[in-house]
């Protein structure tokens, strides 16, 4: 299950290879995953619904509970059927949909793709963290396909409506999920449901929470806006986020958990009502259509809220035609789904009131939607008939049941008004597309492959087989039903019941809804009376009038704290520092046992760098307060050796270096002389707020020196290091081993820092828009090496030389370092800081265009390579048998030079090297290069600006 979900994102990854390659025929190949995913499913699902689930277990992160937990039970088993079926028919039809050379469809299939991937990862997940990530991707995922064309206002807002409420549906479901892996003892929610917590408060809140979750992923009341607004995502999308997969999550959710929780207070009050409500607001909003697409989506909302309605009832029938009212909705909606894609695409509207005659023009798609929506309106001999008799079945035992006739009896009122108005807009639906309309000129839909209508005929031809084939999958179905007490009656799925109340229901429903649809025009009108004079509430306007009132308190805010004053920001940040942990500090203080120095080195070094603080503070000069800055930071690295860190101290020492050499530049462009001002108020409320950092950061590091009572667990990392991560040098063992994951987090925030500040300052210096890359550069009068020659008085003939000496030994020491790092001081970090210090050097002594000599390429894709080779390094280890990031030790016996002892974590290191080189880069080309440019920019314009001027005084 593992490979088949992993398989999914690989072939996403994929995918614009092969679109490059195919074209939209790469569609065809990519469906080949979810449809081998189904064919794999079908004998565990037939093994699950006998009463044998599978369960696959790979160990992850146990410390916290999060391991790749899946399974295949009944319920899960035939969701994924239905997930991948869907799915692989979808990426079929998207063959034909898309035009040839599509420019977007790269992205869009790997989307697809992914997100296909991510929704079976959520319905086999067996693990409440790994459902939670699941449930997130496909959030996000759902975002890029929604705002597939991000140039059209309608794709960028309901992209963000749809990602922000079901965004905050998942966190609200998250801390649920939590609460209950802490009652429960496990994350895995085969043994949560098995042996779930006792009914208490704490319960009561956490499944509300997750239900929240369900709720807004779903579209019910009062998150049902988002769906509608979806639809201004390309068709497929539709066909299948929409009616097969995303909104059936919350479903899925419900019906996992409603086996243990339907007793939980609130359950089925919550569910029951608020899914009638959907139901029935969603089917008067479907009446109201023009765009038989919105007429669909609100259909969707509709049944989505049935869905919930029956799934939350929490009774054993009631749980069974959940399961398969789930099932018949994916096949019938996604049918019609794919229905208005092509019509869309052959006609080029989707307005019912331009459209007439494709009934003669298109025969054969008229049938297909006749099939499918009968399916959807419950007629026999269809799936959505028995499912829908089987609902009706299980709410007029509801009451009974429960031991609450008079609930029950309101619930099966509003199911039935629901589906009065589902065979109304389903009447609606093949009347508006297919119906010789007067006054209407026909249509005269373009020419279109066979193949584009063979997807939505399986779909629709699964419904009318699944009708007849009842007997066969009620056993498959009530596998997961017996996992409820026995109700007053046996639940099947079956064409003829007899003369039952569920029957006779549904005859009501189906006259009064081809009533309601005969007379469209009065209750149109009534409609538009009702909502024009009423004010009715509306959750769209609700949810936008927040949004704009959070964007304005956000205005508002950001006018009165952002004022462009870096002393402004940093004084906020620093005076919270004293005052909140400050505070703490002083309640906490106790007299640290002191010991003043081990050795009179670190005596002498700590009065120098006392010394240089008090004069950098004192200093009127920039570039002497930064070069006493930097003495600090020497004196740290001498400390560091003081104390047998000789590793950190190397750190210490090129960072510093690194720093200094990045302060000069900066300085360039500002006055050599701070302010002469006298001494001010705010300039004295700037020394005691440093005063006050200082003491309490001493405060801090007092206490926390004198606060230790246990053992350190670095204590007992020397043998392990060496054993476990093969690597004598404990630091940096601990950086690409132990705690890999920090350091791949870390390097992920560099990356987009060092992004961010160079792409900064380029707008900065007007240089964001224009298209350089790094290229090599001869000058007529270049020697031999240094290819490009500072021209004017900066040049340095003894610096060109030694420059020409030390480069490339610099270089292979810093290679050396990043490779020995693993048992002697070093590493990819120290190693990339002297490659850029090299790559300075350079710069330095033949300026920006030997520095591109000396790296012709982008730095963006240095930091970019970088981060994927330490993030690809990860997953090497998996292939000799180690864990992700686990450093793996391979011995290479090589002919002549002797064995060679490989540590897979040097592949780490390697990524770590070209982030900081990259890093290196981004700083020359911004704070370098940039200002250079910018420098000679204004040189020639005052030169020009002088010539002028004395052209006009000659």
Partial sequence: MVFLVALHFLVAGAAPALVRMLDRRAFLVLALVPAASFVWLLGPVARATDG???????????????????????????????????????????????????????????????????????????????????????????????????????????AMNALIVTTFGGLAMLVGLVGLHLLSGTPRLSELLADPPAAGPAVTTFVALILVGA?????????????????????????????????????????????????????????????????????????RQYDIKLLLAYGTVSQLGFLVAVAGAGTRSAAFAALALLCAHGLFKSALFLVVGIIDRSVGTRDLRDLSGLRAARPALFVITIVAAASMAGLPVMFGFTAKEAALAAFVDLGKDLGHPGWGMAALVGIVVGSILTVAYSARFVWGAFADKAGVEPCHPRAFSAGFTVVP???????????????????????????????????MLTLWHGFTPALGLSAIAVVAGLALFVWRRPVAATQHAIV???????????????????????VEITGRTQRGSLPVYLGIILVTLVVVPGTALIRAWETPDVR??????????????AAAAILTVRSRRRLRAVLLLGVTGYGTSILFVAHGAPDLALTQVLVETFLLVTFVLVLRRLPPFFSDRPFNIARWWRVGVGTAVGLTVSGFAFVATNARTATPISAGWAEPAYEYGGGKNIVNVALVDIRAWDTIGELSVLVVAATGIASLIFLLTDRSMRQIRPRRVVAPDSNAWLAANLHDQRRSIVFEIVTRLIFHTVIVFSIYLMISGHNSPGGGFAGGLIAGLALMVRYLAGGREELDNAAPVDAGFVLGLGLAVAALSGLLPTLLGGGVLQSAIVDVQIPVLGELHLVTSVFFDIGVYLVVVGLALDVLRS??????????????????????TSEVTS
């Fill in 457 to 491: 005929g399986i779909l629709a031809a699964a419904s009318l087989v699944a009708g007849f084939a009842g007997p066969a999958l009620t056993p498959r179905i009530a596998t997961y039903a017996d996992q409820f007490p026995e109700g007053a009656h046996h639940a």
């Fill in 52 to 158: 044998d689930p599978t369960y696959e277990h790979l160990t992850w992160i146990p410390q916290i509970g999060l391991n790749l937990d899946l399974s295949v039970n009944a319920l899960s088993g035939i969701v994924a059927l239905l997930v991948t079926g869907v799915g692989a028919l979808v990426l079929v039809y998207c063959t034909w949909y898309f035009r040839p050379n599509d420019p977007e469809i790269w992205r869009f299939s790997g989307v697809l793709t992914a997100f296909a991937g991510a929704m079976l990862g959520l319905v086999l997940s067996d693990n409440v963290y790994l459902l939670y990530i699941f449930w997130e991707l496909t959030t996000i995922l759902s975002f890029l396909l929604i705002g597939h064309n991000p140039e059209r206002r309608a794709n960028r807002r309901a």
């Fill in 927 to 948: 704070l370098g290069s940039g200002i250079d440019a910018q420098i000679e920019e204004e040189d020639e314009e005052a030169d020009e600006a002088a010539q002028s």
């Fill in 532 to 554: 024009d004079r009423l004010p009715m509430p509306d959750a769209e306007r609700s949810y936008q009038a927040v949004m704009r009132g959070v964007d304005r308190l956000a």
């Fill in 596 to 609: 003043i120095a081990d050795n009179p080195l670190q005596i002498v070094t700590g009065l120098i760098m």
């Fill in 215 to 287: 709720l807004s992923k779903s579209a019910l009341v009062p998150f049902h806006f988002w769906l509608p607004g979806a639809m201004a995502a390309p068709t497929p999308v539709s066909a299948y986020l929409h009616a097969a997969a995303m909104v059936k999550a919350g479903v899925y959710l419900v019906a996992l958990l409603a086996p243990v929780f339907a007793d939980t207070p609130g359950w089925r009050p919550v569910l029951v009502s608020l899914g009638i409500a959907t139901m029935i607001l969603g089917g008067l909003r479907a009446l």
